[in-house]
């Protein structure tokens, strides 16, 4: 046999794809460092209806397999294994050939890989991938960033191995190597917003309006059949019901300890976000979030010395079906000012490699297969389709409309969480992003003035042009040349 295409890593999200392109007609190699692997996903080829997929005994035999030119997607973890991977595939290799990491991998990585590359005449694609198990063995969230002759000999295979939505399959090409990962770094970033923003509602709906895991798990049901329909919600309505089957008794959630793990990239986007000086209030709230949740003994002893509000429930009364139906309009808004973080990081970095990412293929990639998957994404992508130099999603008129009426209750959910003691670090950031970034006057004025107080750093003002510096005491003295106070400013 000569295969179409190799994959070489076969841990679950491996296996999956490998079956995924399998059972899409494409004739697929498999390799990987343990025999005992590619065993087991030949054999999950034949028991899944004796799909075209064959293994290979090493790296050698791996690349013989495939046809001319090769396309080979590894699915390692990121870092070191990536690069022994590629090291040891291109040992086989020809120029022409495509090497495409499939891995959630730091895009400086991927832009070191593909010069390296690049000088043997071997093409280097960075592909996020999204979707989980599930998706990547029935169709996820692709997301390529690579050489566009590269992305030509790639497409054929992806663009049938992708979701399908009402505009076409979820990939497409994203732009030059780097991108690809980049976008998929934002999208996680987005998702950890996104999971936090879920937490802080299930922690108000138990707290303070002590509903029960069902009546939670309703609440979720319904509002998936609205303008929240994603799906997160979606298996947060399915985590909530379900029975603990180890004691018997009660909800497994109940029993899962408040410790969030996290694999880095939540913390790369938060750390993009600052070089790029864009700000990301809610991503940066949820990677917090996930940061004080793992010192779980030093909140367990805060718990018994910090105290929280002293009035009673009976003292700060709530309407139960008045904040279910806040807590809605409320999540909604947070939810698009996430996105609207997330999507201003990706321009930023684009306009600043000439990347040249569209933003509304961003969103259109992201309707369907991957894990941040919502109706949402529509209105998103039609927003940034109506107005491809749109400075920030949340000027788009349809969008702001929604916003605005969604403020009150916004306020109303906040106000009651912390009357109640309940953190809402994402809600909140999202609701001051918008309160920010709505006013043409913001207290950066006293900031500036304090600045050029201590260290001379100089200000503009607002009924000249000019950049001046004040005398603010007499033992402030002449800087000089003001124009040299201003180097290094970002």
Known sequence: MSCDVGLYGLAVMGQNFALNMASHGFEVCVGNRSPAKVELTVNRAKSEGNLPLVGSSDAGDFVRQLSKPRKIIILVMAGKPVDDTIATLTQYLDAGDVIVDGGNEWFQNTL???KTLEAKGIHFIGMGISGGEEGARNGPSLMPGGPKVAYDMLAPIITKCAAQVNDGPCTG??????????????????????????????DIMRHVLKLSNEEM?????????????????????????KKDDLTGTGYVLDYILDKTGMKGTGRWTIQEAAERSVA?????????????????????????????????????????AQLIEDL????????????????????????DMNWNVNLSECARLWKGGCIIRAALLQKIQDALARDGKLPNLILDPVIAGELNERTSAWRRVIVTAVAYGISTPAMSGSLNYFDSYRRASLPANMTQAQRDFFGGHTYERTDRDGVFHTAWTDAHKSIGDISERMAGEV
């Open 112 to 114: 070191r890989r593909s």
């Open 173 to 202: 090409y994203v732009g030059p190597v780097g991108s690809g990962n980049y976008v998929k770094m934002i999208h996680n970033g987005i998702e950890y917003g996104d999971m936090q923003l879920i937490g802080e509602v299930y």
């Open 217 to 241: 798990a309703d609440i979720f049901t319904e509002w998936n059949k609205g303008e929240l329909d994603c799906y997160l919600i979606e298996i947060t309505a399915k985590i909530l019901p």
């Open 280 to 320: 990301a209030p809610t991503m940066a709230a949820s990677l917090d979030a996930r940061y004080i949740s793992a010192r779980k003994d030093e909140r367990v002893r805060a718990s018994s010395i910090l105290k929280g509000p002293e009035m009673t429930a009976a003292e700060i009364p709530v309407n139960k």
């Open 328 to 351: 809605k309009y409320a999540l909604y808004a947070s939810k698009v000012c996430s996105y609207a973080q997330g999507l201003g990081i990706i321009k930023s970095c684009s306009d």
